[in-house]
């Protein structure tokens, strides 16, 4: 059965939910007050990089199926499914997440709706927000009580974000326990080929659904902090965290995934999610619990500083003067993405110690030039590499991991370099006569 469906926020999780759900077959429209955005996204254009993702914006916007409109009154009208997938950014200054444009949508929608409607969440939002939100909404609304607002928290990744939509690990649902009523139906019916594959469907109360995406956001970051804290007690011991990682990895109950030791977490939503998940957890009373998310916090940071000593260290104790590229600016490969990244970080760190830093990454080159107009920039790895005292490799793309020795040893001035990924082969690049340097190995 195909469903009239809105989606409020075209953001990465907003324009990839409506773009899936156009291709799951149903009607849908995409909600933004962004006029630049709605332009590019109706010309079938997606306004960053996610690789697959054009393919079935542009299907969909051409076979009908999917519109987008600045009105929320024509939102109102046509879909009586609405979905939130705004962004939830870190407040200025506190660590608590700002729900500003959250609380917007219900302000501006809920007033339209006049007849029964659902309203579905997927931003990731601190316990206890779907509740209010609910209450507001029916408070506001002409039809009131036959609003619902359910939570259905939205666990894609960057890179792979049309793969997580249609084929995601699991659909969570929230629904107001105290009146139920179509959320769970509505849910079944929209995401019916979803359910067809098998995928499990968990069912649930609405504080727990926000607490689930929390939650495997706080684990997966523990995880990686976890083995960079590993990485720096191997640096200590002299010991390789890259095969401690493989060792302890063949242990189902452990796993390898996401134990890449490295310059750490970044992007929009770890780095942002624990610290409203420990902001969240002090205000319910719970602040003890959640303790050592600001250890994981901490680890994770220090990363960035251990890079710039690592490279000050390379190039012989100062980095007053020297030339320094640095491959990679997106938080992660396959991503045009540089929100909190550490690559960049790193790069600007490095450049307020002296040095003149040149930055090349595939694709994140306009994101990186607007937050960081002042560092120099190249067309490719090897013109950033030009004279360089010391290459830093921070984002694994595979380009960079693919890169010989020879492509660029005639180019720079020292023959250091610093995997700031664990990506390249140790014994490749030493044997080629470069100082090699890993972090924890
Ligand atoms: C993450 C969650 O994975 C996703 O489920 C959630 O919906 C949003 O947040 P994303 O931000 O796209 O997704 O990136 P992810 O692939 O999780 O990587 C996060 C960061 O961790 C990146 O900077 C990555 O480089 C780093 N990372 C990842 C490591 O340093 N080591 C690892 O082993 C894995």
């Known amino acids: 059965m195909n469903t009239r469906i809105a989606v409020f926020g075209t953001g990465y999780?907003?324009?990839?939910?409506?773009?899936?759900?156009?291709?799951?077959?149903?009607?849908?429209?995409?909600?933004d007050v962004d006029a630049a955005k709605l332009a590019k996204l109706e010309a079938g254009e997606v306004p960053f990089y996610e690789p697959g993702l054009e393919e079935v914006l542009k299907k969909n916007v051409d076979n009908g199926r999917l519109r987008f409109t600045a009105s929320y009154e024509e939102?109102?009208?046509?879909?009586?499914?609405?979905?939130?997938?705004?962004?939830t950014p870190q407040k200025?200054?506190?660590?608590?997440?700002?729900?500003?444009?959250v609380h917007s949508v219900i302000e501006s929608l809920a007033p339209l709706l006049n007849k029964p409607s659902v309203i579905f969440g997927k931003s990731?939002?601190?316990?206890?927000?779907?509740?209010?939100?609910?209450?507001?909404?029916?408070?506001?609304?002409?039809?009131?009580?036959?609003?619902?607002?359910?939570?259905?928290?939205?666990?894609?990744?960057?890179?792979?974000?049309?793969?997580?939509?249609?084929?995601?690990?699991?659909?969570?649902?929230?629904?107001?326990?105290?009146?139920?009523?179509?959320?769970?139906?509505?849910?079944?019916?929209?995401?019916?080929?979803l359910l067809d594959e098998n995928i499990p469907f968990i069912v649930t109360d609405l504080a727990?659904?926000?607490?689930?995406?929390?939650?495997?956001?706080?684990?997966?970051?523990?995880?990686?902090?976890?083995?960079?804290?590993?990485?720096?007690?191997?640096?200590?011991?002299?010991?390789?965290?890259?095969?401690?990682?493989?060792?302890?990895?063949?242990?189902?109950?452990?796993?390898?995934?996401?134990?890449?030791?490295?310059?750490?977490?970044?992007?929009g939503c770890l780095p942002k999610d624990i610290r409203a998940f420990m902001a969240r957890?002090?205000?319910?009373?719970?602040?003890?619990?959640?303790?050592?998310?600001?250890?994981?916090?901490?680890?994770?940071?220090?990363?960035?500083?251990?890079?710039?000593?690592?490279?000050?260290?390379?190039?012989?104790?100062?980095?007053?003067?020297?030339?320094?590229?640095v491959l990679g600016a997106a938080f992660k490969p396959n991503s045009d993405d540089v929100r909190d990244s550490p690559a960049l970080n790193i790069a600007g760190q490095i450049q307020l110690h002296g040095s003149s830093v040149n930055v090349y990454d595939p694709k994140a080159m306009d994101n990186s030039r607007k937050i960081f107009p002042t560092l120099g920039y190249s067309t490719?790895?090897?013109?950033?590499?030009?004279?360089?005292?010391?290459?830093?490799?921070?984002?694994?793309?595979k380009e960079f991991r693919e890169l010989k020795p020879a492509q660029i040893e005639k180019i720079v001035r020292g023959k250091n370099i610093i995997d700031g990924r664990n990506c390249l082969d140790p014994e490749l690049w030493r044997s080629a006569g470069w100082n090699y340097r890993g972090l924890g190995r």
């Open 92 to 101: 200025k200054g506190e660590f608590a997440a700002d729900l500003t444009y």
């Open 281 to 325: 957890a002090g205000e319910i009373g719970a602040d003890e619990a959640l303790t050592f998310l600001r250890e994981v916090d901490n680890i994770n940071m220090r990363r960035r500083t251990r890079m710039v000593e690592l490279a000050r260290n390379v190039v012989g104790g100062s980095l007053l003067g020297t030339r320094i590229a």
């Open 124 to 193: 990731t939002v601190p316990v206890g927000t779907a509740q209010i939100l609910g209450e507001r909404a029916r408070e506001l609304a002409p039809a009131g009580d036959q609003v619902e607002v359910a939570w259905n928290p939205e666990f894609l990744r960057e890179g792979y974000a049309v793969k997580d939509t249609l084929h995601p690990d699991r659909v969570v649902l929230g629904i107001d326990k105290t009146s139920p009523r179509r959320a769970e139906q509505v849910a079944r019916e929209v995401y019916a080929d």
């Open 208 to 267: 727990t659904a926000e607490l689930v995406k929390t939650a495997a956001n706080a684990f997966l970051a523990t995880k990686i902090s976890f083995i960079n804290a590993m990485a720096e007690v191997c640096e200590a011991a002299g010991a390789d965290v890259t095969t401690l990682a493989d060792a302890i990895g063949h242990d189902a109950r452990i796993g390898r995934r996401f134990l890449n030791a490295g310059v750490g977490f970044g992007g």
């Open 75 to 87: 939102a109102a009208q046509f879909a009586d499914v609405h979905f939130i997938g705004v962004g």
């Open 13 to 31: 999780l907003g324009a990839t939910h409506a773009a899936c759900m156009a291709e799951l077959g149903h009607e849908v429209l995409g909600v």
């Open 380 to 397: 490719s790895a090897s013109e950033a590499c030009q004279g360089a005292d010391a290459v830093l490799v921070l984002t694994e793309w």
